[in-house]
């Protein structure tokens, strides 16, 4: 008899905090990015841009200006800019919670919403199911699960398409001053175990991307020109992206005269300063 699928299949979506909306929207742009039309959630006092890419996406996140909703990321954004949180992927919510329950991971509750999406037809409604994990369970992390009902009216194909070539997240970075808890958490989390023997850097498989767990000082060393801001760690401090064809990316930034830091490996990424928060890097040679 097989063993059941485990119902956490990997990385969703990245959900990055950031204070200005509009500010953030043309930093994005500029780097090549088409990001969605904005959104406002009305009950969670926030509003937000999407760039979506193959099967995953990033969500630019803020503070709704206009809303006196109590808001999540108003004690994140004090401190600094960038990932808020890691969306996993799941196509079993409710039954994810019996499974992370078993797993000690605490899950809340499960909860549906929706939210509107204009169609050439008319309006749509997008459905999800999600279920959000006790942060004190995942240190360095806050991760929910979510389950889309109607990923057709989430992946739009005239939103997927981005002039730098953007194809899909790569590589979760969280920097902890000990990964141990942190790896300890996600092997839980994704039901695997992590890779490599290093006390500085583990690595483990999502099922899409992978997640680098790095000491400060691995983290720096790999990216040299990078920042972390202490008093938040552990935390997100980062992610990679996978190009569509890599060649073509490098001349478009090229062409835009968009330069780049080069990590020790030999890839091209930007510092937090550059990208609203976050380390990004892109899967093709500085």
């Not at 059941?4 to 969703?12: A, F, Q, R, S």
């Not at 401190?79 to 809340?108: C, E, H, I, M, Y």
């Not at 992978?210 to 008093?231: C, N």
């Amino acid at each position: 008899m097989s063993a059941p699928v485990w119902p956490v299949t990997g990385i969703d979506h990245i959900l990055i905090a950031v204070r200005d909306l509009k500010q953030a929207r043309t930093t994005y742009e500029g780097l090549g990015f088409r990001p969605t039309p904005m959104g406002r959630h009305t009950k969670l006092g926030s509003v937000n841009h999407c760039l979506m890419l193959e099967n995953d996406y990033l969500e630019l996140l803020a503070i709704d200006p206009e809303s006196s909703v109590p808001n999540r990321w108003a004690g994140l954004l004090e401190v600094r800019q960038g990932v808020g949180a890691v969306a996993l992927r799941s196509t079993d919510s409710k039954g994810a919670a019996v499974a992370l329950r078993a797993a000690g991971l605490n899950p809340g509750d499960v909860s549906e919403f929706s939210r509107p999406v204009e169609r050439p037809d008319g309006v749509k409604d997008a459905s999800f199911t999600v279920l959000h994990i006790d942060h004190a369970a995942t240190p360095g992390l806050r991760e929910f699960l979510c389950q889309h009902h109607t990923p057709e009216l989430v992946w739009l194909p005239e939103y997927q398409g981005h002039p730098n070539g953007a194809k899909a997240i790569s590589e979760v970075i969280v920097v902890a001053p000990d990964p141990s808890a942190v790896v300890a958490a996600q092997e839980r989390m994704f039901n695997t175990r992590a890779m490599g023997n290093s006390p500085h850097a583990r690595v483990i498989e999502t099922g899409t991307a992978t997640m680098m767990v790095m000491t400060p000082d691995a983290f720096l060393k790999r990216f040299p020109k990078a920042s972390l801001v202490k008093p938040a760690l552990p935390y997100v401090a980062g992610f990679s992206l996978r190009l569509r064809d890599t060649m073509a990316s490098a001349g478009w930034f090229r062409k835009q005269g968009i330069g780049f830091e080069r990590s020790a490996d030999g890839r091209a990424y930007l510092p937090p300063e550059r990208a609203c928060g976050v380390t990004l890097q892109f899967e093709m040679p500085a």
